[in-house]
């Protein structure tokens, strides 16, 4: 599996994000301690509800590392104004109504200040609106599909205030996936495989049904099917005996990584494309020789050499022996975000006369 070539502006939007917080706090460095280190032996309590079991293990797991370094980075350098960070991560399970009750748990229980999370689009629905309603700030670093922000309460028209996301949108990644893959192949004819009972995958099957016709694709037939099928030969049989350029999949986990190599196995020879659910080496590694060269749009990526990115890799490298991926690039980035919101919007966190933790003076906006 690979990247589009085209998808630079897209490399650098984790880094961006990170830079354009510290340079808007004057920040040069880590957000570590200043300001006389006013919150000495306090703790700032965070929150991520992650998918670490079930379809979306194989992107949550990388990024809770991602945080849990940032966290340490962050502590061993001072703090937040000395204040340690304490990341209480949740395992929802892949499955939406234990993200919402992660969430709410963690928000009243724990009285976390902001959260990171949830993995899957699909939780989303359920944990963001949520967050929103209890005014906690909650910051997605893998959620991609449609309505995550500003819009978590849609089809209301409300926008939402404490929803943000460090991940980017498969409203730009497909079109720009199919668009980069278009100039230099110049496909006539697609089929989409489409997982119909998850966000995040029918999501993505219809942003490629909206995108094709751009690019002078003619869509031979789309194939729903459920994600939790054993057995999806019989669809891919229909796709492959239709003998298109492309067989696009939207779906996560380990069904790209099924689909590509049941293709293979009927001899099919052309070209798959695929959003955010191929972006990590767990998906590359399931896919094996059957998913070399299938592009996807990506938001990171391990060869930038801005030195911020070098270091992040480097670091974890050294902490988990393996090289990061994007899930935990933006793990890493989103819990450095919310760290960083201690310095641009201090007057918000508090610390009571007496209490170890730091907690929200008035809700954060």
């Known amino acids: 599996m690979g990247e589009t070539v085209d998808m630079n502006r897209m490399r650098l939007v984790v880094g961006l994000l990170a830079t354009l917080v510290l340079a808007a706090c004057g920040s040069t460095g880590t957000p570590g301690g200043n300001s006389g280190n006013s919150y000495s032996g306090k703790t700032i309590k965070l929150g991520a509800v992650y998918s670490i079991t079930g379809a979306g293990g194989v992107y949550g797991p990388q990024s809770r590392d991602g945080a849990l370094l940032a966290v340490k980075q962050i502590n061993a350098s001072g703090g937040i104004n ?3 960070i304490e990341l209480t991560v949740e395992d929802d399970t892949s499955d939406k109504a234990i993200s919402s009750q ?7 229980q724990n009285q976390v200040l902001a959260l990171l999370g949830p993995t899957l689009s699909n939780s989303a629905v359920g944990a963001h609106p949520l ?3 209890l005014k906690t700030p909650m910051l997605a670093t893998s959620t991609t599909g449609i309505h995550i922000v500003p819009d978590c309460n849609a089809p209301s028209t409300t926008p939402c205030k404490y929803i943000f996301r460090d991940s980017l949108g498969e409203q730009t990644a497909i079109p720009d996936n199919i668009m980069s893959y278009t100039n230099d192949a110049h496909p006539k004819t697609g ?14 099957g219809k942003i490629v049904q909206d995108t094709v016709g751009q690019y002078n694709i003619q869509l031979l037939k789309t194939i729903p099917f459920s994600k939790n099928d054993a057995d999806l ?15 696009f999949i939207t779906s996560l986990g380990g069904i790209p990584a099924k689909i ?19 972006n990590t080496a767990t998906v590359s590694k399931q896919a094996g020789a059957a998913g070399k060269g299938a592009p996807s749009a990506s938001a990171w990526y391990i060869g930038n050499t801005f030195p911020s990115n070098a270091d992040f890799v480097s670091a974890y490298k050294a902490e988990y022996s393996k090289d990061p991926d994007q899930f935990a690039a933006q793990g890493y980035t989103g819990l450095k975000i919310l760290a960083t919101s201690r310095r641009c919007g201090s007057s918000r966190w ?6 170890s933790s730091i907690t929200r003076s008035s809700p954060a906006r």
């Not at 992660?102 to 009243?108: F, G, N």
């Not at 030969?233 to 067989?247: E, M």
């Not at 508090?350 to 209490?355: E, L, Q, T, V, Y």
């Open 260 to 278: 590509m190599t049941a293709a293979r196995n009927q001899n099919w020879q052309g070209q798959f494309l695929g959003g955010n659910g191929f």
């Open 131 to 133: 967050a929103e309603s």
């Open 82 to 84: 000395g204040a340690q």
């Open 191 to 204: 089929v989409l495989l489409v997982a119909q009972d998850d966000k995040f995958s029918s999501d993505g």
């Open 102 to 108: 992660k969430t709410q748990s963690l928000i009243q």
């Open 233 to 247: 030969s019989s669809y891919v049989t229909q796709a492959v005996g239709l003998h298109p350029d492309v067989i």
């Open 350 to 355: 508090m610390a009571p006369a007496g209490s």
